[in-house]
């Protein structure tokens, strides 16, 4: 199924939209009426301590700066939307946040004692699951949550690739190839998550398969700020055959530190990868690879402005 196919997302019920209730800030506390008004509407107010974020909740960053914002809104006119919560099952009087985690927390920030909710039943799966179409329909995931969230769900409750997409309202195109991204090297995900390289780079990165060739092909993103075409066009050009290298002799861990960093500075400075090998007699080899014309004119570059200079 193609991403133009993909099913229509299906929200909560009618929407979170459908559901609101408008509070006073914490400087003027809510009115009977407006209490009265809400609980008719299946929304009541609740005791901010007595909610928790959602141990199943997808995302892991929120922007301190979006945050302060949401505050500064809050204090002035309330929570327009309510929560959406459920009794933590612990018999005790906590609940857990399903939707909502940005306004419960830049509620507390803005000091309020008090939020609007609606108290529905949830299971383990239902929570992750609306948690995670929240998310993505507002799209506040970063690729690698949304990997990580589909990946949970199909771990932890026997999912299928397909079974996930429905939920979520994607092609299951879509989810798999959200899901591929967990088999990037540690450091080509960071790079995602940053907002180095956009998640259509680090697809074109998993072609190179050992996480050494995707960090190089990351080094390249990096100094010379490819686009995604510009990557795929690196990966091809990097998955053509080498030419064979003669072994080079064994070298004491000493040694081989030392040449690790000199091959990253090398790297560092001239945006392409190098190679540098040393034989016991001290003699050795330095090679710079490149894949084009292209390739080959940022170290040429390089070399000349260090030279002009």
């Avoid at 327009?80 to 985690?101: K, R």
């Avoid at 994607?170 to 995900?189: D, G, I, M, P, Y």
């Amino acid at each position: 199924m193609s991403e133009k196919s993909a099913p229509k997302r299906r929200g909560l019920g009618r929407g979170l939209g459908a559901l609101i209730v408008n509070t006073e800030s914490p400087a003027n506390p809510a009115s009977d009426e407006v209490i009265a008004q809400a609980e008719a509407g299946g929304v009541r107010l609740l005791a901010i301590e007595r909610i928790g974020p959602n141990p199943r909740q997808p995302r892991t960053h929120f922007s301190p700066d979006a945050l302060e914002e949401l505050a500064a809104s809050i204090r002035a006119h309330g929570i327009i939307q309510p929560l959406i919560v459920t009794a933590a099952g612990d018999g005790g009087d906590a609940y857990w946040l399903v939707a909502g985690e940005r306004r419960w927390r830049a509620a507390r920030l803005a000091d309020m004692t008090t939020v609007p909710v609606i108290v529905r039943e949830a299971s383990p799966q239902q929570l992750m699951e609306w948690a995670l179409v929240e998310n993505v329909q507002r799209a506040d995931l970063n690729p690698l949550e949304e990997a990580t969230a589909y990946q949970s769900l199909m771990d932890e409750f026997g999912m299928t690739q397909a079974e996930v997409a429905q939920r979520v309202g994607k092609s299951r195109s879509a989810v798999a190839n959200t899901v591929r991204l967990l088999q990037l090297s540690a450091s080509v995900q960071a790079a995602v998550v940053d907002g180095e390289i956009s998640a259509g780079h680090a697809r074109a990165l998993l072609a190179l398969e050992s996480d050494g060739r995707m960090e190089e092909g990351l080094e390249v993103i990096r100094s010379r700020g490819l686009n995604v075409r510009q990557t795929e066009d690196l990966v091809r050009r990097m998955l053509q055959p080498r030419p064979e290298q003669p072994a080079t002799p064994p070298n004491d861990p000493q040694m081989q530190a030392q040449i690790k960093h000199l091959e990253d500075r090398f790297r560092a400075s001239l945006g392409t990868r190098v190679s540098l090998s040393r034989n016991p007699d001290g003699s050795g080899r330095l090679v710079v690879h490149f894949y084009s014309d292209d390739d080959l004119q940022h170290p040429y570059q390089r070399m000349v402005e260090e030279d002009e200079g």
